[in-house]
C-alpha cells in the first residue's frame, strides 16, 4: 500500500496539554505535509515541511522529520478545546503522477 | 470568498440513479482534484485535472466521469449509482504540481439508498 500511517489512531488529552501524533511513510519525498480536519469539513493545510528540514514551527505547532527513518511527528503544544479535530500526514508520490498520499489519520480529542 | 466551493453539500439518492458534483476553485490555481473519503476517513485520490487536461485516473469505475470545462471549474458525474458510492467526496485544487499546498473544498455527503 502506498499509504502512510499514522500513530496513535486517537489520542484524548485535557486542554493545557501538549499532543503528539506520528506519522510513517514508504517512498523518498520532497516534502511532507500536515492537514487538519474538523468533524464534517474539508481538509485544512498546517504545515509542510521540506525533505532537508529537520524542523518546522508554526504557531503552536511543531512539526520534525526523519527522512532517514522515514517518519515525521506534529506536536501540538498548550491545546485547545478547537484543536479537536482529524489530522493526516500527505506525501507526494509517483514523480509526474503529481500526487498526494494521506496518512490514515490522527482523530484528536481535547477535553475542555 | 469561498476559495474552494462545491454544491451540493448533500446528495441523498437512490440506486441506479445518475447524479453530478460541481467544484469550482477561485484561487486561479492550475490543477484541481477530486478525493473520496470513506466511512473510515481514509481519503484516495479518483482523479486529477490541470488546466482543464487529465493527469491522474486512479483505479475508479468508469462510471465516474469528471469533466473540467475550464481550469477553475471540475465537476464530477456519477452513473448508476451504487450503495458503494456512499461516502464524502472532496474537490481541492493546488497552484501547479500535486505535491504542492492543496486546497480543500467543504465536501459533498453522498448517500445511495
Known amino acids: 500500500s502506498q499509504q502512510g500511517e499514522e500513530d496513535p489512531q486517537a489520542l484524548s488529552i485535557q486542554e493545557g496539554e501538549n499532543a503528539t501524533m506520528n506519522c510513517s511513510y514508504k517512498t523518498s519525498i520532497n516534502n511532507l505535509q500536515w492537514y487538519r480536519q474538523n468533524s464534517g469539513r474539508g481538509l485544512v493545510h498546517l504545515i509542510l515541511i521540506r525533505s532537508n528540514e529537520r524542523e518546522k514551527h508554526s504557531g503552536r505547532l511543531r512539526v520534525t522529520l526523519d527522512t532517514s527513518k522515514k517518519s515525521s511527528s506534529l506536536l501540538i503544544t498548550a491545546s485547545r478545546a478547537a484543536d479537536t479535530a482529524s489530522y493526516f500526514c500527505a506525501t507526494p508520490y509517483g514523480g509526474a503522477t503529481n500526487k498526494l498520499i494521506f496518512g490514515t489519520g490522527t482523530l484528536l480529542a481535547v477535553q475542555p | 470568498d469561498t476559495a474552494v466551493s462545491q454544491t451540493p453539500k448533500y446528495l441523498v439518492t437512490q440506486m441506479g440513479n445518475d447524479k453530478s458534483i460541481k467544484c469550482e476553485q477561485n484561487l486561479g490555481h492550475d490543477t484541481m482534484y477530486w478525493y473520496k473519503q470513506d466511512s473510515k476517513k481514509f481519503l484516495k485520490i479518483m482523479f486529477s485535472?490541470?488546466?482543464?487536461?487529465?493527469?491522474i485516473n486512479e483505479t475508479v469505475p468508469n462510471r465516474f466521469s469528471p469533466k473540467s470545462p475550464d481550469k477553475a471549474h471540475l465537476n464530477l458525474h456519477i452513473n448508476s449509482l451504487e450503495l458503494g458510492d456512499s461516502a464524502v467526496y472532496f474537490c481541492a485544487s493546488s497552484h501547479n504540481r500535486g505535491w504542492e499546498t492543496q486546497y480543500f473544498g467543504p465536501g459533498t455527503r453522498l448517500l445511495v439508498l
Open positions: 485535472y490541470n488546466n482543464k487536461e487529465l493527469i
